[in-house]
């Protein structure tokens, strides 16, 4: 690129106390004049996502991440703090801004129809000023790499869902951009196209240090494939922020571990109740097996408690740590879908 490099020691992307109302949708009335009904989208968003991360902002529907996306690149004014990208405000610098930026939204039905795929990604080259040269060199190589060099000369219109969204992603990527924001650039797409959008992206980043991509999603099992970083947003506020582990680990409130031993032996969860560490003992059996959950006080109680069963002559066939799953710990932190029903969300 030919912007001026990148201090490493800036966030790549920064959102301080940012915040945004939004005059009610059909509050507008002929007059010009508004109902004055507000929503509050986002309610003092502060996040740092370094360069070289992949970063997850996940939220059910409605819980403010298209807005703060739209912030930061420049579609959408912040009515109050500052979103910075390299450190340049994206109100104040916006042309700046923009030469680094792209961004992917799912289901966009953006593109002309009546041209080429190709076509289409050279036109976004050409916006970009990318030297022609260049341009078809990369045109040829994001597409073999998203899997649609044999869609290269199909008109638009006629891809599908799955390969409509590849393209939109070689579009955002045509720009060679150092920040890409994808937002929910899987949804409605089937397993393979959500794969190929998923891998290139990885390898995208792979390919330079420089780049930082934040995604949004509510797809738990995407966030922790993909992301370093997440932080969870619930109407309009961040309510955690940390590594996919983190998030996982913080919820959880004992250490959970699954045992199995070689027979039925119900005796030795008697003998576990009341040990040191251990909050709960349960036992099931299975045709010829006891399978044994524990529950610990925290993970170092886990030796003392094997030493005590193999003291007692248990036989122990396998021993595995019970981590909660990140849509769980998201579960938990932004309660279920059928609560978010009931306090009126969508
Ligand atoms: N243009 C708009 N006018 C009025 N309200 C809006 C507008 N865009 C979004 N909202 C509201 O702002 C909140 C956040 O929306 P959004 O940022 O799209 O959430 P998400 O992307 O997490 O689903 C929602 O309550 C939504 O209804
Ligand atoms: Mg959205």
Redesign the pocket.
């Known amino acids: 690129m030919s912007s001026p490099p990148s201090q490493d020691n800036i966030p790549a992307i920064q959102a301080i106390n940012v915040k945004r109302v ?4 059909g509050g507008r009335s002929i007059g010009g004049t508004k109902a004055g009904k507000t ?1 509050t ?1 986002l309610d003092g968003v502060s996040l740092s996502v370094a360069r070289g991360e992949i970063f997850g902002l996940l ?10 996306i739209k912030i930061f690149t420049t579609l959408l004014a912040p009515s109050g703090g500052q979103a910075l990208i390299d450190g340049m405000d994206v109100t104040r610098e916006v042309v700046k801004v923009r030469q680094r930026i792209a961004m992917v939204s799912g289901g966009e039905q953006s593109g002309y129809g009546i041209l080429t795929v190709r076509e289409q990604l050279w036109m976004f080259a050409q916006f970009y000023g990318v030297p022609s040269k260049v341009a078809h060199a990369r045109i040829d190589e994001l597409l073999a790499a998203v899997g649609m060099s044999e869609q290269a000369n199909q008109k638009v219109y006629a891809l599908s869902t799955g390969m409509r969204q590849r393209m939109n992603l070689c579009r955002a990527l045509v720009s060679d951009p150092e920040v890409l924001f994808l937002d929910e650039p899987t949804v409605g797409l089937d397993v393979e196209a959500s794969r190929a959008v998923r891998d290139y992206v990885r390898l995208w980043m792979s390919q330079d240090l420089r780049r930082t991509v934040l995604l ?1 999603t509510h797809y738990m099992f995407e966030a922790d494939e993909l992301c370093n970083h997440v932080a969870v ?1 619930n109407h ?1 506020q961040l309510v955690a922020e940390g590594t996919t582990a983190d998030l996982k680990r913080g919820l959880q409130e004992h250490a959970r571990f699954q045992l199995e031993m070689a027979e039925w032996a119900p005796a030795f969860t008697d003998m576990l109740r009341g040990r040191d560490g251990v909050v709960e003992a349960l036992t099931e059996q299975h045709a010829d097996r006891t399978q044994l959950r524990l529950a610990l006080l925290r993970e170092e109680f886990i030796m003392p408690t094997v030493a005590s069963l193999n003291d007692a002559g248990a036989r122990i066939l396998t021993l595995r740590r019970i981590e909660p799953t990140l849509e769980e710990a998201f579960v938990r932190l932004v309660g279920d879908e059928a609560e978010a029903e009931a306090e009126g969300g969508h």
């Open positions: 939004y005059q009610a949708r929503v989208a939220g059910r529907n409605g819980a403010g991440k298209t807005t703060l949004t947003i309009g």
